[in-house]
């Protein structure tokens, strides 16, 4: 049985969200062939060979894995002949064929470098979702485990057959016949860490972690448990796709992080959490700033103003009013976007300042927006403005320095990004000095941190140093911003 996600409503309307639905068995073999176990797609050496379109490489391991020539065939559609000849090294470069092969295999696209659709995005989830019954994996042959025990021992070089042979992949951790409170504990502790670790280290240190948790809280799905563990469960699985679509947006991935959103906040709309919900838009909305796509953006945050209002959070309301009032900057309306910020202001002093435990009108840690949260927006937003208007630059540089004075140890990635605002804003108004101190500090957190978003802003810094090349600490910090950028593997 399979859960398969579909469209939900931005407004909060359920559209069949994650319902269970019966599905023929995927890769099945009536010759006695082994099933195609989706972790042998996470096998490095596999990896490899997907990333580099290396099909004859791809097609042995398989046969190495108990997948005969004939069963890959008649899987990818091609003739016996085409196999062997592709084995022993004949290039596919076709793109359709290509598409064919990882349709044929269950292959996610994305592992090839292949677009998504709509429908492929779906089937790649859930192939990717750990199955309640593998196949144990076989022990290694003795002589062969112990050959390449005795290369490691004495530094000799592997081969190319050792690592094939190494490349045989573990078992996939079985699912629990039935979950209870400690399961459900465990993985709502995994996605709080999770979402702290993004907060200080970016997505690209946590993506695919999420993707992980995310299969494996789908297949927690499928098994028995409560209405009460199946309700919360589809809350972790909310915030685990919300995680895996904001660490995809800052890894600068807009269509899946798009695709990941959706998925939260239909997940969202089948445990009835509108608070949830709204986030999620939120979310989509800066994703289409960032496409700068303010429009879109600005009829996102209506909707999910909706949603933010049923839930009753005023933290959930002042985040969306936030961005409300970055996106009416972004489109040059600055008397509303200053009306937006005062409205945020509005909504998070009736936030309770010290809520009971699981209270619904707090956002949970670390996702929480407090008042040193706003500041850091209301500071973006002036500088927005005092582009156009200098006027607005000592408000900004105020709002900016004061959210930067906070004691905020674990949004080390806004902390890098607030600094980068600031220094940008300095520069313009000529306080070149206290523009590089707020520069390097900039540069000094984004060292640990792995995200495009926060070297977008470091290239903003990197832009106005390089105006001052007189200047020798501006023009030191603009070099260094460009060292860091030729280094990150981002």
């Known amino acids: 049985m399979l859960y398969i996600a579909s469209c939900c409503g931005y407004a909060g309307q359920r559209v069949q969200a994650y319902k269970l639905q019966s599905a023929a068995p995927m890769n099945t073999a009536g010759s006695g062939d082994r099933v195609i176990d989706p972790a042998l797609w996470d096998d490095p050496v596999m990896r490899r ?16 894995h108990g997948v005969s020539q004939r069963r890959i065939s008649a899987l990818t559609g091609q003739s016996q002949s085409e196999v062997s ?8 470069m076709a793109y359709d064929v290509l598409q064919r092969i990882a349709a044929g295999l269950g292959v996610p696209r994305g592992l090839m470098g292949l677009a998504y659709t709509p429908d492929t995005e779906v089937s790649a989830a859930l192939s990717a979702s750990p199955r309640a019954a593998q196949e144990v994996t076989p022990v290694p042959d003795r002589r062969e485990f112990l050959g390449v025990l005795a290369k490691i021992a004495v530094g000799a070089a592997l081969t190319t057959a050792d690592l094939a042979f190494l490349s045989t992949p573990a078992q996939a951790t079985p699912t629990p016949t039935r979950v209870g409170e400690t ?30 948790q995310l299969a494996w809280v789908r297949a927690l799905l499928r098994a028995s448990h409560t ?18 679509g904001w660490a995809s947006h800052d890894m600068a991935m807009p269509g899946d992080a798009l695709r990941h959103l959706l998925h939260s906040m239909a997940a969202a709309s089948e445990a009835g959490d509108p608070m949830r919900a709204a986030l999620a838009m ?13 429009g879109e953006a600005l009829k996102t945050l209506q909707l999910g103003a909706l949603s933010a209002d049923r839930s009753g959070n005023p933290q959930a309301r002042a985040q969306l009013l936030a961005t409300t009032a970055r996106t009416y900057a972004d489109l040059g309306q600055i008397p509303h976007a200053l009306d937006a910020l005062t409205k945020a202001q509005d909504a998070l002093a009736s936030s309770p300042s010290t809520p009971a435990g699981g209270s619904d009108l707090v956002i949970p840690e670390p996702r929480g927006f407090d008042h040193a949260a706003l500041d850091s927006d209301t500071g973006r937003v002036l500088a927005i403005a005092a582009r156009v208007d200098r006027t607005h630059a000592p408000r900004a540089v105020s709002a900016l320095a004061a959210y930067n004075a906070t004691a905020d140890t674990v949004r080390l990635k806004r902390r890098s990004i607030s600094s980068a605002q600031l220094s940008t804003v300095l ?12 520069g390097r500090a900039a540069l000094g957190l984004a060292s640990s941190i792995r995200s495009a978003r926060v070297l977008d802003h470091l290239d903003a810094v990197r832009a106005e140093a390089r105006r001052l090349p007189r200047h020798p600490d501006a023009a030191d910090l603009a070099r260094d911003i460009a060292a860091m950028r030729a280094s ?3």
């Open 49 to 64: 060979a997907l990333h580099g379109r290396d099909i004859g490489a791809v097609f042995a391991l398989l046969k190495r």
């Open 85 to 92: 000849e592709i084995v022993n090294g004949r290039q596919v």
């Open 183 to 212: 399961e459900l504990r465990q993985v709502q502790e995994l996605t709080r860490m999770l979402w702290v670790q993004e907060k200080a280290l970016g997505g690209g240190a946590v993506r695919e972690a999420a993707l992980s």
């Open 227 to 244: 209405d009460q563990i199946t309700h919360e469960l589809y809350i972790v699985l909310a915030d685990l796709s919300s995680l895996a």
């Open 282 to 294: 939120e979310q989509v909305a800066r994703v289409h700033l960032q496409l700068e796509q303010p």
């Open 427 to 438: 520069f313009h108004t000529g306080q070149t000095a206290d523009a590089v101190a707020a």
């Open 488 to 490: 990150s593997p981002t």
